[in-house]
């Protein structure tokens, strides 16, 4: 008579457990909802350039690839209709920093050169306390540098 409660009351410590920590896994892990790598191809003048679409919560594409040494020129645009946001590319070793707003419905273009090969996170920080930040509800991505 004592083993079925046990067992419902380990079952449940486990479903809880799973319930509790499945999401902080699932957002420590990089780029979770990564899209497909897309490869910024360099035009004629030497600079690599692409629009990225910014949205509440994604940016569009959010996985670019792009070559080291050779200016990177990108036009970011915004759907929204209200909510500001941002695009920030940060290198903790300091080959990179990238910060930029973009209005809501704004579009906006930034050149930077990557110097220094690696993956570096893309992300949104704004945050309308105490809600989390735009970044943890998914809007991040990845900058490659070959
Ligand atoms: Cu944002």
């Not at 486990?14 to 957002?27: C, E």
């Not at 569009?60 to 500001?84: D, F, W, Y």
């Not at 704004?106 to 989390?132: A, E, S």
Request: aromatic share 6%; net charge neutral.
């Amino acid at each position: 008579m004592q083993k079925a409660p046990r067992r419902w009351l380990y079952l449940s410590t486990i479903v809880w457990l799973l319930a509790s920590v499945g999401p902080t896994i699932v957002d420590s892990t990089e780029a979770s909802e990564s899209g497909p790598p897309t490869t910024i191809p360099v035009a004629a003048d030497g600079v690599q350039r692409a629009t990225v679409t910014l949205d509440s919560y994604s940016y569009t594409p959010n996985h670019l690839i792009v070559e080291a040494g050779k200016p990177v020129e990108l036009t970011l645009t915004s759907v929204t209709t209200m909510i500001p946001h941002n695009f920030i590319i940060k290198d903790p070793a300091g080959s990179l920093s990238v910060e930029q707003d973009v209005s809501a419905g704004k579009t906006v273009t930034i050149t930077f050169t990557p110097t220094q090969p690696g993956i570096f996170p893309i992300y949104c920080d704004k945050r309308l306390w105490p809600l989390p930040s735009h970044r943890d509800k998914g809007m991040e991505g990845k900058l490659e540098v070959r």
